[in-house]
């Protein structure tokens, strides 16, 4: 990561437009991850920058494909 700063909550471009996705934001040196159709006040799951960045760099590499496919 560039920046150590907080971020607002962010979902994917490819999201549903309905709503049925998860969010994003880095908060207090840690990534939170929330289920936006549980609405603002939904449960936080939180995960170190290592945590996350082993994650994302799974999904790109197509680790987790057969789980949507």
């Not at 709503?19 to 939904?42: H, V, W, Y």
């Not at 994650?55 to 680790?63: H, L, P, S």
Request: charged share 25%; aromatic share 8%; hydrophobic share 35%.
């Amino acid at each position: 990561m560039t920046t150590q700063e907080n971020t607002p909550w962010q979902k994917s471009t490819f999201s549903d437009p309905n709503g049925s996705c998860f969010q994003l934001r880095r908060n207090a040196g840690m990534i939170e991850l929330r289920d936006t159709k549980a609405g603002p006040d939904a449960p936080v799951q939180r995960y170190t920058e290592a945590e996350a960045l082993a994650f994302i760099e799974g999904v790109k590499a197509g680790e987790f494909d057969h789980l949507v496919n």
